[in-house]
């Protein structure tokens, strides 16, 4: 059974930083491009960030570019996401997930994830 496990979400204020955590297992994870998305109240999910499996190249959406930096660790099964300079618009609810193929490229849409976490609350104050 394949189970992705997020950590590190948490209150914080406006220029902070937080460091999400995705613990993967049940699944090769160095085999899988992995991402990041979030969840806004009333909102469509919307991606955030993605690393190919061999972690040779990463890709991130406008908002985040320059803010946010993905990354993954092979020996700990575990994809991470540094957050900083925070701002109140990055307050959602942020999902890992795992990718349907092996191919080691980027994918930025929900339907490429097979695999889903349940979920870490990052909430930011203005």
């Known amino acids: 059974q394949v189970q992705l496990v997020e950590s590190g979400g948490g209150l914080v204020q406006a220029g902070g930083s937080l460091r999400l955590s995705c613990a993967v297992s049940?699944?090769?994870?160095?085999?899988?491009?992995m991402g990041w998305f979030r969840e806004a109240p009333g909102a469509e999910r919307e991606f955030v960030a993605t690393?190919?499996?061999?972690?040779?190249?990463?890709y991130y959406a406008g908002s985040v570019l320059g803010r946010f930096t993905i990354s993954r660790d092979s020996a700990r099964n575990t994809v991470y996401l540094q957050m900083n300079s925070l701002k109140p618009e990055d307050t959602a609810l942020y999902y890992c997930?795992?990718?349907?193929?092996?191919?080691?490229?980027?994918?930025?849409?929900?339907?490429?994830?097979?695999?889903w976490g349940q979920g870490t609350q990052v909430t930011v104050s203005s």
């Open positions: 690393i190919t499996w061999s972690g040779g190249s990463t």
């Open positions: 049940g699944r090769t994870f160095s085999s899988y491009t």
């Open positions: 997930a795992q990718a349907r193929s092996r191919n080691n490229y980027l994918y930025a849409g929900r339907s490429d994830y097979r695999y």
